[in-house]
């Protein structure tokens, strides 16, 4: 499975934007999706995350109900809405498809930047 992310881009503080995941060479809506992040000169972190059915999501605690999860199967795309976006939210942003029962991410693609100005 190859997955490439998509939607970043420069914001303002408070601002949104719409990540998307796509995948090639297979069926994403097979795999659970996590969103990963990293920043520079930082270690990379969970984001969000979704099962395979769309049933069960997960958040990072820094999260605090800004963005959503979500996905469409019929279209094999899991989106990430950011909302209210902060200074501190700026990173590549990458996503991941696996097993959401054993919590194992086996396919990586190529991240998006997403960067919000103060």
């Known amino acids: 499975v190859q997955l490439q992310a998509s939607g970043g881009g420069l914001v303002q503080a408070g601002g949104s934007l719409r990540l998307s995941c796509a995948a090639s060479?297979?069926?994403?809506?097979?795999?659970?999706v996590l969103w990963f992040r990293q920043a520079p000169g930082k270690e990379r972190e969970e984001v969000s995350g979704?099962?395979?059915?769309?049933?069960?999501?997960y958040y990072n605690s820094f999260v605090g109900g800004r963005f959503t999860v979500s996905r469409d199967n019929a279209k094999d795309t899991v989106y990430l809405q950011l909302n209210n976006l902060t200074p501190g939210d700026t990173a590549v942003y990458y996503c991941?498809?696996?097993?959401?029962?054993?919590?194992?991410?086996?396919?990586w693609g190529q991240g998006t930047q997403v960067t919000v100005s103060s």
């Open positions: 991941s498809a696996g097993d959401w029962q054993r919590w194992l991410w086996e396919y």
């Open positions: 060479g297979s069926t994403l809506s097979s795999y659970a």
């Open positions: 979704i099962d395979a059915s769309g049933g069960a999501t």
